[in-house]
């Protein structure tokens, strides 16, 4: 996969306005979207809102991906947004399909179930490889840093200092907004398929984890907090790595991506909170962002001023009864 190959016929030429603030030193780093050409108008504002709340003022590029030809109407609109530079991708067929070692009977089996308990995508093969693509691929190789950014979701606030940046600068690897409950339904055998990956491969366990935000009683269950990875800011060399890649592999291998429905938001989550120290784990206080009902609004008065934001703090989702932002806060804390 080239992205480069991709580019759109009627792309905008490389030519930057003269008021921008190009001249700062940028780091490696891309938005990525995962679209579908349906998805037009949520892209388009998503990506407006990064602009005018960041990136007009830094020029990062984009990589839009899709299973997909991209339609030309999608690209010339979406081109129309801003100066960056910006690549539509085609996600190669092998990154997007049930593997063969997935026995289809018994896949197609648990959608039924899942549909039937009104489980929420329960019944979807796309959503599922949907979730195994976002785990698993290596993609974007060009790039070290990226910013997952989702259709219809909101930026609330000015963001003045670059957060790829920070993250480079303070050697963070995984970057997160909200944190969030998995439903139980769809990840019955996660844990015990991590538990045994853990047996396996004991040298992958950071010094300094963050097991304790996973898990309460020191890994014997998994208390199903997540980072919600539809917001996502982290370094692609830790999904390339052989820890991540070694338990990639033995999830996927496992089957429970299409013979139940995990998430790409726990795999990340578990992943960056076993084999990661917890200090190269950032929460985002600063942007303000929304994805479906749920916002992270910046609660100290001064962060929310500063940014300009347009979020209620009190409509905040960080202290929710859904929320495990409260016990991200303790573990921190507990760690002292
Ligand atoms: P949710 O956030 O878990 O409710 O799931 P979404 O429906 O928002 O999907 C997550 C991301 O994957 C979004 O960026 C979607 O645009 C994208 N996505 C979901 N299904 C497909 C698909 O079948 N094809 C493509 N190209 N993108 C998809
Ligand atoms: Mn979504």
Same mark, same amino acid.
């Given at each position: 996969?080239?992205?480069?190959?991709?580019?759109?016929?009627?792309?905008?030429?490389?030519?930057?306005?003269?008021?921008?603030?190009?001249?700062?030193?940028?780091?490696?780093?891309?938005?990525?979207?995962?679209?579908?050409?349906?998805?037009?108008?949520?892209?388009?504002?998503?990506?407006?809102?990064?602009?005018?709340?960041?990136?007009?003022?830094?020029?990062?590029?984009?990589?839009?991906?899709?299973?997909?030809?991209?339609?030309?109407?999608?690209?010339?609109?979406?081109?129309?947004?801003?100066?960056?530079?910006?690549?539509?991708?085609?996600?190669?067929?092998?990154?997007?399909?049930?593997?063969?070692?997935?026995?289809?009977?018994?896949?197609?089996?648990?959608?039924?179930?899942?549909?039937?308990?009104?489980?929420?995508?329960?019944?979807?093969?796309?959503?599922?490889?949907?979730?195994?693509?976002?785990?698993?691929?290596?993609?974007?190789?060009?790039?070290?840093?990226?910013?997952?950014?989702?259709?219809?979701?909101?930026?609330?606030?000015?963001?003045?200092?670059?957060?790829?940046?920070?993250?480079?600068?303070?050697?963070?690897?995984?970057?997160?907004?909200?944190?969030?409950?998995?439903?139980?339904?769809?990840?019955?055998?996660?844990?015990?398929?991590?538990?045994?990956?853990?047996?396996?491969?004991?040298?992958?366990?950071?010094?300094?984890?963050?097991? /304790? &935000?996973?898990?309460?009683?020191? @890994?014997?269950?998994?208390?199903?907090?997540?980072?919600? $990875?539809? !917001?996502?800011? =982290? +370094?692609?060399?830790?999904?390339?790595?052989?820890?991540?890649?070694?338990?990639?592999?033995?999830?996927?291998?496992?089957? /429970? &991506?299409?013979?139940?429905?995990? @998430?790409?938001?726990?795999?990340?989550?578990?992943?960056? $909170?076993? !084999?990661?120290? =917890? +200090?190269?784990?950032?929460?985002?206080?600063?942007?303000?962002?929304?994805?479906?009902?749920?916002?992270?609004?910046?609660?100290?008065?001064?962060?929310?001023?500063? @940014?300009?934001?347009?979020?209620?703090?009190?409509?905040?989702?960080?202290?929710?009864?859904?929320?495990?932002?409260?016990?991200?806060?303790?573990?921190?804390?507990?760690?002292?």
């Amino acid at each position: 996969f080239n992205p480069a190959h991709n580019e759109p016929d009627d792309s905008p030429p490389a030519v930057f306005p003269s008021n921008n603030a190009y001249n700062q030193s940028l780091a490696n780093a891309t938005f990525v979207m995962l679209v579908r050409n349906s998805d037009l108008d949520g892209t388009i504002s998503s990506i407006r809102a990064l602009e005018d709340r960041f990136n007009s003022k830094f020029g990062y590029p984009y990589v839009l991906l899709n299973d997909e030809p991209f339609t030309t109407e999608f690209k010339r609109r979406v081109s129309a947004l801003t100066f960056s530079k910006m690549k539509f991708g085609l996600i190669p067929k092998e990154h997007w399909s049930q593997p063969d070692w997935i026995n289809e009977e018994k896949a197609s089996e648990a959608r039924k179930q899942m549909q039937a308990a009104n489980v929420k995508y329960g019944g979807s093969v796309a959503y599922r490889s949907m979730c195994r693509f976002n785990s698993g691929h290596k993609l974007l190789q060009q790039y070290k840093w990226y910013w997952r950014v989702e259709p219809n979701v909101k930026f609330y606030c000015n963001i003045d200092n670059d957060p790829f940046k920070y993250m480079e600068e303070n050697n963070k690897v995984y970057g997160f907004t909200i944190a969030v409950y998995e439903i139980p339904a769809t990840i019955r055998s996660l844990w015990p398929a991590v538990t045994d990956f853990i047996k396996e491969h004991p040298e992958y366990i950071a010094d300094d984890n963050a097991m /304790g &935000f996973i898990s309460d009683n020191n @890994g014997l269950t998994y208390n199903r907090c997540h980072f919600w $990875s539809n !917001f996502e800011i =982290a +370094d692609m060399d830790f999904w390339r790595g052989p820890a991540y890649s070694a338990f990639f592999d033995h999830l996927d291998l496992h089957g /429970g &991506f299409y013979y139940e429905r995990w @998430g790409d938001a726990p795999v990340h989550s578990i992943a960056a $909170s076993l !084999f990661l120290k =917890a +200090d190269q784990i950032h929460f985002f206080q600063e942007i303000g962002y929304q994805h479906d009902d749920w916002a992270h609004c910046p609660l100290p008065n001064d962060i929310w001023e500063k @940014g300009q934001c347009a979020c209620s703090q009190r409509g905040s989702f960080d202290y929710d009864v859904s929320s495990c932002k409260p016990r991200w806060d303790s573990f921190i804390r507990s760690r002292g």
